[in-house]
């Protein structure tokens, strides 16, 4: 049973129900992070237990008295700055009880739950794109309905923007196994501002001017997604918007760092700062703190809207 137990990666407890005292084997005194001792009382395992899972998982197993049949509860504990979470069972009421002691198990099942919330990011990602790809489609098609003089030419003009947009979209998400090569920062811009533009309007609405600096591949997909948002928020909103707003993207460098400037100009009038709380500004923010060591800060000027993304120059080749 112990070779079973080992093999399982399960963690054994008792509860001493009357006088709220556990007895732990050693894999579950290691997955709380805890010294060995004969005894350890619940507000000791308490302390360890995430604050908002804390007066859950007391409910919980105060519960379990009362709860005939088998019971699970998954909860977060904290070790240092590690995250782990715990899946703790057993049977509840009577059934689980012998002489006043109540009989369950440990499980460490962070991997589980890591993969879940991956899988909640990315259904909520693909929502988000799916929902801006929309949006953009919509924006292109005004756009480019407002430059053309007939049917077959502005056909023409919107398949070549939206083939265009996907080569884009493929460097915001590179396809799995395909290893990429560093890029040219004007270059990525470029391409992914491409669709956006109108040379037919006047010579060239979208602008870039950034030195002459290579970008990794994991570099290249986060700012892929920053300026993919980016665009699209123009595009629905701002500069992009209009026949007449321009973009102009420059960039400087300044010791061990390198700041992108975006500055929109001849869209519709801001009034004010807009709700930066959505899906798309959170996963940006979230990106460029992770990936690039960076931030990016917002003007809100009446003229149009002035970006400014500080990140660190070791990182633009990773």
Do not use: C
């Amino acid at each position: 049973m112990r070779l079973a137990i080992d093999a399982a990666s399960v963690a054994l407890w008792s509860w001493q129900v009357e006088t709220d005292r556990f007895t732990m084997d050693e894999r579950a005194f290691g997955l709380w992070g805890l010294a060995w001792a004969d005894k350890v009382a619940f507000e000791e395992l308490s302390a360890h237990i995430h604050p908002a899972d804390r007066d859950r998982v007391r409910a919980a197993f105060t519960a379990t008295r009362s709860v005939t049949g088998a019971y699970e509860i998954d909860f977060r504990i904290l070790l240092g700055d590690e995250v782990r979470w715990i899946s703790a069972r057993g049977q509840g009421a009577d059934e689980g009880i012998l002489d006043g002691v109540m009989f369950g198990i440990f499980l460490d099942v962070t991997g589980r739950k890591q993969a879940e919330e991956g899988h909640e990011l990315l259904a909520g990602e693909m929502s988000h794109r799916v929902k801006n790809l929309l949006a953009i489609a919509t924006g292109l098609t005004r756009i480019t309905s407002q430059s053309t003089n007939s049917i077959a030419e502005m056909a023409e003009a919107l398949t070549q923007r939206l083939t265009a947009l996907g080569r884009a979209h493929d460097l915001v998400r590179p396809l799995p196994g395909h290893e990429g090569k560093a890029a040219l920062l004007g270059d990525l811009f470029s391409v992914l501002l491409a669709p956006y533009d109108d040379p037919g309007a006047f010579a060239g609405r979208i602008r870039v001017a950034v030195p002459r600096m290579g970008v990794g591949e994991r570099t290249a997909t986060t700012l892929a997604l920053v300026i993919h948002e980016m665009a699209t928020n123009s595009v629905k909103h701002g500069a992009l918007s209009t026949g007449t707003g321009v973009l102009d993207v420059s960039s400087t460098t300044d010791g061990s760092d390198v700041s992108v400037v975006w500055a929109e100009t001849g869209g519709p009038a801001i009034s004010g700062p807009p709700d930066m709380l959505g899906f798309g500004s959170k996963l940006i923010s979230r990106s460029i703190a992770h990936d690039l060591g960076g931030v990016l800060s917002y003007d809100w000027q009446e003229t149009g809207l002035v970006a400014t993304l500080r990140m660190r120059r070791d990182r633009l080749a990773a």
